[in-house]
């Protein structure tokens, strides 16, 4: 059973950044594509950053250039590099992986999800 367990959150104040790291456990890492998700308070978990095994990735809309999502096989590890926070980032980060190659922004295509790491940014 694959566990995924996040670390990085936090309390910072918006313009600065933060780096949400996802260790991998149990499993054969690089045999999944990986993602980040979001859920804010009130609002249903969204789709933020994936990455393919081969490292292509894609961002959402309302993160792109300010975030990236990058893997290292090896250490069987993602992370989330976030720049330029703003208070509509806080939320709920939760990393999950995916059986197969592929990255994809469906939330539904994701086997396996951690417990989440709190980000809030104060304006």
């Known amino acids: 059973q694959v566990q995924l367990v996040e670390s990085g959150g936090g309390l910072v104040q918006a313009g600065n950044s933060l780096r949400l790291s996802c260790a991998a456990s149990?499993?054969?890492?690089?045999?999944?594509?990986m993602g980040w998700f979001r859920q804010a308070p009130g609002k249903q978990r969204e789709f933020v950053a994936t990455?393919?095994?081969?490292?292509?990735?894609t961002h959402a809309d309302s993160v792109k250039g300010r975030f990236t999502i990058s893997r290292d096989n090896g250490k069987n590890m993602v992370w989330l590099q976030m720049n330029s926070l703003t208070p509509e980032d806080t939320a709920v980060y939760y990393c999950?992986?995916?059986?197969?190659?592929?990255?994809?922004?469906?939330?539904?295509?994701?086997?396996?999800w951690g417990q989440g790491t709190q980000v809030t940014v104060s304006s």
């Open positions: 990455i393919s095994i081969g490292g292509v990735a």
């Open positions: 149990g499993g054969t890492f690089s045999s999944y594509a």
């Open positions: 999950a992986g995916k059986r197969g190659p592929l990255r994809s922004v469906s939330i539904n295509s994701y086997d396996f």
